[in-house]
């Protein structure tokens, strides 16, 4: 099992871009599949992007496509999410999970999760 941390998140104002990193640690790396997923205050946590453990296929949800790009540097341990064109509603705590099985929408099949790191998109 793979261990998960976020960073790079923070304060930006609308139109502005960050770029979060998921560090991971353990052997597994580079077989599994790595999504992020957000939450909003009050909302329920659903997730972004999905992309395989060979970086061939992202799964994008549609409210972010052409603004975000994942990309994944297996020889780092590193996933990262390139968040341009920042909207207020992209305000969440951003969370890396990992799967070994599939790019699930489903947050139970994920078995690995970071902490989280704050994104907050001022208007």
């Known amino acids: 099992q793979v261990q998960l941390a976020e960073s790079g998140g923070g304060l930006v104002q609308a139109g502005g871009s960050l770029r979060l990193s998921c560090a991971a640690s353990?052997?597994?790396?580079?077989?599994?599949?790595i999504a992020w997923f957000r939450q909003s205050p009050g909302k329920e946590r659903n997730r972004v992007v999905c992309v395989s453990w060979n970086g061939v296929t992202t799964d994008y949800v549609n409210s972010v496509k052409g603004r975000f790009t994942v990309s994944r540097d297996n020889a780092k341990n590193t996933v990262y999410l390139q968040m341009n064109s920042l909207k207020p509603e992209d305000t969440a705590i951003y969370y890396c999970?990992?799967?070994?099985?599939?790019?699930?929408?489903?947050?139970?099949?994920?078995?690995?999760w970071g902490q989280g790191t704050q994104v907050t998109v001022s208007s």
């Open positions: 999970a990992a799967s070994e099985g599939w790019c699930s929408p489903n947050e139970r099949d994920y078995t690995s």
């Open positions: 353990g052997r597994t790396f580079s077989y599994v599949h």
